[in-house]
């Protein structure tokens, strides 16, 4: 088992979603990751958003979560599951979301099962997980 030394950043984003429902989104995969083996998830303050020049996401329409992961990179590929999940869970909207782990960063929108599965293999993959 691979030992995790930083943290995992998540940023999601919904099209069209107003700031209640950024937080009502974010609250909710909050409180899925929190039944994961994860040492904590918190939000994260508007001060710790993901840079200005962040591609798809807008700053000022973020949900943002620090998870930290604790020792076993297990939980990493638990997490990512929590968000694959909540990417197909949008019905029809788009939906983004920015994972940032030492130094990497893998953002999905608009890609298909298989893009999504392949991009998130080689993420978890990097960082000592096994899919």
């Known amino acids: 088992m691979d030992v ?36 904590d998830v918190r939000r994260i303050t508007s001060a710790e958003a993901p840079p200005t020049g962040a591609r798809a996401i807008e700053v000022g329409a973020v949900g943002a979560l620090l998870v930290m992961l604790g020792n076993s990179a297990t939980s990493l590929k638990e997490v990512v599951s929590v968000v694959r999940g909540w990417l197909g869970r949008g019905d029809g909207t788009r939906r983004t979301v920015r994972l940032e782990l030492g130094g990497d960063v893998l953002e999905i929108s608009e890609a298909s099962e298989a893009e999504q599965q392949r991009l998130i293999d080689l993420f978890v993959n990097k960082h000592g997980g096994e899919t």
Do not use: K, N, S
């Not at 998540?10 to 909050?30: C, M, N, P």
């Open 4 to 39: 995790l030394t930083d943290d995992l950043r998540l940023y999601l984003a919904e099209e069209g979603a107003d700031a209640e429902r950024l937080d009502l989104l974010t609250g909710q995969v909050r409180d899925q990751i929190g039944l994961l083996e994860v040492d």
